[in-house]
Nanobody, 125 residues
Framework: QVQLVESGGGLVQAGGSLRLSCAAS?????????MGWFRQAPGKEREFVAA????????YYADSVKGRFTISRDNAKTTVYLQMDSLKPEDTAIYYC?????????????????WGQGTQVTVSS
């Protein structure tokens, strides 16, 4: 099993920044797992935000966040981060951490192997 625990959500004004963290653990978690972030706004479907390969050398972003969000990872700490800058009210959502053995299940299939519980991000106008 793999456990993913998000932190760092909160309330911020438009134009502000937040950094989300996701700590991975569990007997079956491997450092080469791809990891990513999804989000779900009220009344909308869950959508892909960003992903990073196990080595950290490849990153992918949704067009809506490209240039504003940055995903990174610290494999020593088995933690992935999402730095969110220039936040907009439409970024308001619950943000979920995800992990998969294969990057394609996150980026292409949008069906990661494991999910976190989510952390709320609210951006006020």
């Amino acid at each position: 099993q793999v456990q993913l625990v998000e932190s760092g959500g909160g309330l911020v004004q438009a134009g502000g920044s937040l950094r989300l963290s996701c700590a991975a653990s569990g007997p079956t978690f491997r450092r080469e797992y791809a990891m990513g972030w999804f989000r779900q706004a009220p009344g909308k479907e869950r959508e892909f935000v960003a992903a990073i390969s196990g080595s950290g050398s490849n990153t992918y972003y949704a067009d809506s966040v490209k240039g504003r969000f940055t995903i990174s990872r610290d494999n020593a700490k088995t933690t992935v981060y999402l730095q969110m800058d220039s936040l907009k009210p439409e970024d308001t959502a619950i943000y979920y951490c995800a992990a998969s053995l294969f990057l394609s299940t996150i980026v292409t299939r949008r069906r990661p192997d494991y999910w976190g519980q989510g952390t709320q991000v609210t951006v006020s106008s």
